[in-house]
């Protein structure tokens, strides 16, 4: 049986009342409870049934306070606070057309009602109908002026629309309205971060927690404004509040995840990725950072499999299609590669980074043309796109086209990510670009590897032949003794040295910039530079090459700096990739190889028998020393076909397919910069290094007449 309410209906509606007002519904549903009856007695008892539903509500219960509604109408049609709660109800479910039919009976109802008008506003704008959604805003506010929440949905609603400048006037007005708006906070922080004003952004953000502290979203964007700054460790504390707050917000696991991915430790990146998925399996953005995640881990079929999901997900999401096209590069895909990437420019035509890869794939199977066009039309989307600049101007060079590509290539110093940048500031006198050198002080000056410096050193003696009283090279330890011997040079020093006597000098340039400078052309090329081995040294190596039974020397290099960017290309897998030289009767090996391979030289199979000088040599002028006592070099890219060549020997190079140094250029067989002394081998499309060794092993018989 129902205790009744009467005379105590009042008293009892004000205790539950303020039970909700303090967020404590389960309390405030267990006094209700006993006294609600069944219809038809349910006239009196609207008001009661109507605090319940609330209470419903507060305790998650959607479906009791429906019904308890539909009770509060079925006594009163006319009852406007059980439309209002029901519309409340059917917008927070998502069913927006029953939410919409209630907002408009109750505001036939209450005509006067602004948060009604205001929330009917909310739904429309929810359902796409944005012009109907602006005039409901427009009208609260004819009305209420001061309708904080009809500014706040109206900014909202621009702010979809990139109509930004009256989002924000919309925001500050919500805020005006009421300075304790922490929604008008954020959305105006949100609004201000979309226009790159941050110091601005993160001020409304912390606007907003002062007033909010517990305000998950506002944490998380603020996390966002942290990262886009730099402000790593900033950033994670202010996301994982965020979480603290609401461990299931899949946007600030999904920007945990990014923040982890920027602070390098990327497992736990992946970790945060894949909690995401859990709980939001459809969620684009978290498969395709995924995905990044898993590229940065090497653990590529997977990464793979996330931008696919990514993809499928999200068609328009064009980096997924780029980072998939990587993926498949990296594993040997490049025919779908390419195919991935003419998706991505087919959604995006001015996709800068997608048209860079498309040339730099057609590069690779010798279709020049369409690689110069490709990153051509790279930098028509982003005029600043350093690495395109870049690859333009080597691949030019590559062509032959020397006073284009060389002048391209100065575009190293624009760029921050190359030594280069800092080479401007760190030197105390100006750059030289051509001006006459007569009686002028030079100071070279060593940016790139010890190859360029080998091959671009021949510019030494051009420039001293212009009328330079000085010239001075600063250079790293192993090239110091060889170019005090190269004409040209008049002192060798260090870089630190060279940096603090900089402003002594008139001038620096690098050597690889000279030819820029000069004009060179493929038919004006310098000769290599001169260089005449010690003779001491020559006499000391020459006893170590005595022991070696009679027959042709050749010298073999197979493994390149490790640290170079194409090394897994450019060098040989292992020694052993060298065994059919092996078969050349009377032939005796001699091992230049330094670093990377030595401990394979150091202990060679008993088929490969050869005498490894490499760990025992200083620098390049123990190197020269040998070379000139040898009747043929065998290497792969490195800087010792430069010193080989240079000395005039003869020096066979093997070049990989991919990544090709530009100054091979393309298809030739011997180089301009090295007449006469270098013949190149380069690998054909898909073709193993066991092949290109048995076209240089035939060569070598074919040369030694055996």
């Known amino acids: 049986m129902t ?24 309390d405030a549903l267990a006094l209700l409870d006993p006294h609600i009856g069944q219809p038809p007695d349910d006239a009196a008892l609207v008001p009661a049934l109507h605090l319940l539903a609330l209470s419903a509500m507060g305790t998650g219960d959607a479906a009791r306070a429906q019904a308890l ?10 009852f406007a606070q059980a439309y209002s709660g029901l519309a409340a109800l059917f917008a927070a479910l998502g069913v927006l057309d029953q939410a919409q039919a209630l907002y408009e009976r109750l ?67 919500a805020i005006a309205a009421n300075a304790r708006h922490a929604k008008a906070h954020n959305g105006l922080g949100t609004l201000l971060q979309e226009q790159a004003r941050g110091d601005e952004a993160a001020e409304a953000f912390r606007q907003a927690l002062l007033i909010q502290p517990q305000y998950p979203e506002a944490l998380n964007n603020l996390a966002t404004l942290l990262k886009a700054s730099g402000k790593l460790a900033e950033a994670e504390l202010a996301v994982r509040l965020a979480l603290q707050i609401r461990p299931t917000f899949v946007d600030a696991l999904n920007n945990l995840g990014c923040v982890l991915t920027d602070l390098k430790r990327v497992p736990e990146a992946e970790a945060a990725f894949r909690q995401v998925l859990v709980l939001a399996p459809n969620h684009a953005e978290a498969h395709y950072n995924l995905g990044v ?57 001015d996709f800068a980074e997608a048209h860079f890869n498309i040339a730099s794939l057609v590069k690779e199977y010798g279709r020049l043309d369409e690689a110069e066009a490709g990153y051509r039309r790279a930098l028509a989307a982003n005029p600043d796109y350093g690495d395109a600049k870049f690859r333009l101007a080597t691949l030019l060079i590559s062509m032959g ?17 190359f030594v280069h940048h800092a080479t401007q500031r760190l030197l105390q006198c100006p750059a030289w670009r051509g001006e006459p050198l007569a009686g002028k002080s030079l100071l070279l000056w060593q940016e790139d590897g010890l190859g360029d410096m080998l091959q671009f050193g021949r510019y030494a003696r051009v420039l001293k032949a212009q009328g330079a009283a000085h010239v001075a090279f600063a250079c790293q330890p192993p090239l110091h003794r060889l170019f005090r011997g190269v004409d040209g040079i008049d002192a060798v020093i260090d870089h630190e040295a060279g940096a603090a006597v900089a402003a002594q000098f008139d001038c620096w340039v690098s050597p690889i910039s000279v030819p820029h400078h000069l004009g060179t052309t493929l038919q004006t090329i310098p000769a290599p530079l001169a260089y ?17 039974a009679p027959g042709p020397r050749i010298g073999i290099v197979w493994k390149g700096n490790p640290k170079h960017f194409n090394d897994a290309h450019r060098s040989l897998p292992t020694l052993a990739a060298l065994a059919p030289l092996w078969n050349l009767p009377g032939v005796q090996f001699v091992s230049l190889q330094k670093g990377q391979g ?23 002028v123990d190197t020269a020393a040998i070379i000139a006592q040898l009747d043929l070099v065998i290497c792969v890219d490195t800087s010792t076909a430069h010193l080989a060549a240079s000395l005039g020997k003869p020096c ?39 092949a290109v060794v048995e076209r240089v092993r035939a060569a070598c018989a074919e040369r030694l007449c055996i």
């Open 107 to 173: 505001l036939s109802l209450t005509p006067a009602d602004a948060d009604a008008r205001s929330n009917l506003g909310v739904v429309l704008q929810r359902q796409a109908r944005h012009a109907e959604a602006e005039a409901a805003f427009r009208t609260v506010l004819a009305q209420c002026p001061n309708h904080a929440d009809a500014h706040y949905n109206l900014g909202l609603l621009m702010q979809g629309q990139g109509r930004r400048a009256e989002a924000e006037v919309a925001f500050r007005a």
């Open 293 to 349: 995640a898993l590229h940065t881990l090497e653990r590529l079929p997977e990464a793979e499999a996330a931008y696919r999901e990514a993809l499928r997900r999200l068609p328009g999401r064009v980096e997924a299609y780029n980072n998939l096209a990587c993926v498949l590069t990296a594993l040997g895909r490049r025919g779908e590669a390419l195919d991935v990437l003419h998706e991505a420019v087919a959604v995006r035509p």
């Open 532 to 548: 005449t081995p010690e003779p001491a040294l020559v006499e000391h190596w020459g006893a170590r090459l005595a022991t070696l």
């Open 652 to 690: 066979w190079v093997l070049l990989p397919q991919y990544d090709l140094d530009w100054r091979w250029m393309h298809e030739r067989e011997d180089s301009p910069w090295y007449p006469g002394t270098m013949r190149l081998f380069r690998q054909r499309m898909n073709e193993a290094w066991s």
């Open 3 to 26: 205790t009744p309410l009467a005379p105590a209906l009042d008293d009892l509606l004000r205790e539950a009342n303020a039970l909700c007002e303090t967020h404590r519904f389960a």
């Open 69 to 78: 509604w539909m009770r509060c109408l079925a006594a009163k049609a006319d």
């Open 598 to 620: 030595e401990d394979e030289a150091q202990h060679p199979p008993a088929s490969l028998p050869l005498l490894h000088l490499g760990s025992d040599v200083g620098d390049f």
């Open 401 to 417: 086209r020397f006073e284009e590509g060389f002048a391209r290539y100065e575009c190293r110093y624009t760029m921050p990510g």
